[in-house]
């Protein structure tokens, strides 16, 4: 089936399946090896890099539809989303434009679309170790990549502003929210920890104060053995102690009055 | 007017003027004299209370409906209100028993009318001093009270749910949002910020605890006068930093590394 065609026939029958006005977009960011990335895909049929992100089918949850979308487009799962933020201005979607980007693609479709109908999105976000983790595109998509948080392209609609609110809302949660479990090796130094801080907030920190800071957290377990096969003094190993840090997840660090 | 026509044709013409599948609800705390209580309302039509709640026009930002719907049903005005989440799954609006409960009261609807379609919900909260605002009902509200949080009654649809995940995240964000500024006198003493936090913890805390932890935040002055008329030790008054108050709201208590 021609390419313009098929998409055409997918537009109108999801009009049938999904719910009105709402769609769901994911920022997946990665963390590997001192660099901080975020993951994204440009549609086959659509010159232009887009987060992953979809639609709502009349009898599913929210939430569902969010890990649902992304594992459709990009294989992956077992992922822990969180909703962020809710965008809702009216002249979002910018009906127009997505129009001529159709248009231009060869697509056809009336003024009254549902697909050019006004949507309010439901931003949901997660950090992985992207090494560890899997994309493997959808029929719908072209290419996906994981793109350097410095060198995002031209993104479609407002995914650039969803973006930076993801990262704005992930930087906030470093004050009251423990990170690095699935960042981290099992053992890791402090240098280690602090380098993952410094990617995330993309800043020097002061190397005395990050420890100070961190400790008190208590949500650190220093280990007897030290780091083998490194110049000068061998550097402590640190763990996570799991219960504290599960705690502090869902409470809050230095939570409790 | 015969009030179920009034209702019904204002139920029909929402369908032309609101985005489907959407609304707002708006969780309103109160915090007087150590009470802290909630706004409900009781729909002149309907037999039940509820959260004050409306639908979004189709050209209006989410965040805007919520400030008008709280404005019109309430009459309250200049609000700080907070998204806190999405409410999406497919049978919280229980169509069944919604439409029961219009038939109960002589409005009938056909089973697929747009009031009885799925849903979501974007759940905004504040919190207030309630004795500095003044609600006043709309045209659909019969009745509007501030209800003490352990006295809450019976709720339309799933408002219970949504209250309950307001109050969590508002005593969740006492560990990283400073709170007071607008719901105590200008000066204060530690006892008197102290009882706050218990009455929106609804628990009691360690005096030397509480006041160690608060003073770490540095978002307090202490005067050099001393509260006048008082039984015992006069009191040290305390006020807040407004500058650095701000500071943690927007950027977390104890944040910076």
Redesign the interface.
């Known amino acids: 089936m021609a390419r313009n065609k098929e998409i055409t026939l997918l537009l109108d029958a999801g009009e049938y399946s999904f719910?009105?006005?709402?769609s769901v977009d994911c920022v997946i960011f990665g963390f590997h090896e001192n660099q901080l990335k975020v993951l994204l895909l440009k549609h086959r049929y659509l010159n232009i890099w887009a987060l992953p992100g979809g639609f709502?089918y009349?009898?599913?949850?929210?939430?569902a539809?969010a890990y649902r979308v992304l594992k459709e487009r990009t294989g992956l799962n077992e992922i822990f989303l969180q909703?962020f933020?809710?965008f809702?201005?009216?002249h979002r979607s910018e009906k127009e434009f997505h129009l001529q980007d159709l248009k231009r693609d060869g697509i056809d479709v009336n003024e009254d679309h549902w697909i050019l109908q006004?949507f309010?999105t439901?931003g949901y976000y997660a950090l992985v170790e992207f090494s560890k983790v899997n994309p493997s595109p959808d029929t719908f998509s072209e290419n996906f990549t994981w793109w350097d948080i410095h060198k995002v392209p031209a993104l479609m609609l407002d995914h650039r502003k969803i973006l930076d609110k993801a990262l704005d809302v992930l930087r906030?949660q470093?004050?009251?929210q423990p990170v690095g479990y699935n960042l981290l090796p099992e053992k890791f130094t402090m240098p280690e920890l602090q380098k993952l801080?410094e990617t995330i907030?993309d800043k020097k920190?002061?190397r005395r104060?990050?420890q100070r800071?961190i400790l008190s957290f208590q949500i650190l377990r220093r280990l007897t053995e030290t780091k083998k096969g490194v110049p000068h003094k061998a550097p402590y190993l640190y763990s996570f102690d799991l219960k504290k840090y599960l705690k502090a997840l869902d409470?809050?660090?230095?939570?409790?009055?």
Chains 1, 2 share one sequence.
């Open positions: 719910l009105p006005s709402l709502i009349k009898d599913e949850p929210t939430d539809a909703q933020h809710v809702g201005e009216p006004r309010v439901i906030r470093l004050n009251y801080y907030l920190l002061d104060n990050f800071k409470e809050g660090l230095n939570a409790g009055w």
